[in-house]
């Protein structure tokens, strides 16, 4: 072990970590920082996924290396809100509730922003995207519908739960007309019509 290099992670035994009290909610993450001392530090951060909870880990981590004040680090820890696009839950139609990732849809997001969902509790889970290679990293066994605006690859066979939609109009009223009160959507397509408000 190198004395000089510190490791940060979601679990023990990185020298900086964040303990989960909770399952992640659409409140985000309650849980405990730990330091290399196992100083405990509770803090609860608004983000979703784990993907975006590492760097804040990371950040804390920084924090106590400087000697920054346990109380600063909470604020600032507990401050940070994602930008609009980047995993922020919004209200959505008929109670619907929108995971809007539609400003960052690499592969890796898509990844991350699918395990999240999974691991959230709803009655029901839809993916909305624009690209058929993504269809790759779906659990269907986990998902209730995936929504995918374009057309359908000639020759290509889907899950039933895929649906695809020749445009925007389409899609809109499709959704308007047939979610139910709390299911969680997957935005990874810029949707704003969708999107009645932030929750943060």
Not at 40 to 47: A, E, H, T
Not at 126 to 146: A, R
Request: glycine letters at 8%.
């Amino acid at each position: 072990m190198n004395p000089d290099v510190f490791t940060y992670g979601d679990e023990h035994p990185a020298d900086f970590y964040y303990e989960n009290t909770e399952l992640m909610s659409l409140d985000g993450f309650k849980g405990i920082f730990y330091d290399p001392e196992r100083d405990k530090l509770p803090v609860n951060i608004k983000v979703i996924g784990e993907h975006n909870l590492r760097p804040i880990i990371m950040a804390c981590g920084v924090a106590r290396l400087f000697k920054v004040h346990r109380d600063l680090i909470t604020a600032g820890a507990e401050a940070i809100r994602p930008l609009h696009g980047r995993m922020s839950p919004a209200r959505g139609l008929k109670g619907s509730i929108i995971i809007d990732d539609s400003a960052s849809t690499s592969a890796t997001s898509v990844k991350y922003g699918l395990r999240a969902l999974y691991a959230l509790d709803a009655p029901a889970r839809i993916l909305v995207t624009d690209d058929v290679s993504k269809l790759q990293k779906v659990n269907y066994d986990l998902m209730s519908e995936i929504l995918i605006l374009g057309e359908q690859p000639e020759g290509t066979k889907v899950n039933p739960k895929v649906k695809f939609f020749s445009d925007e109009l389409e899609l809109v009223n499709y959704m308007g007309g047939r979610y139910e009160e709390g299911c969680l959507i997957l935005l990874e397509i810029p949707l704003p019509q969708i999107i009645e408000s932030y929750i943060w």
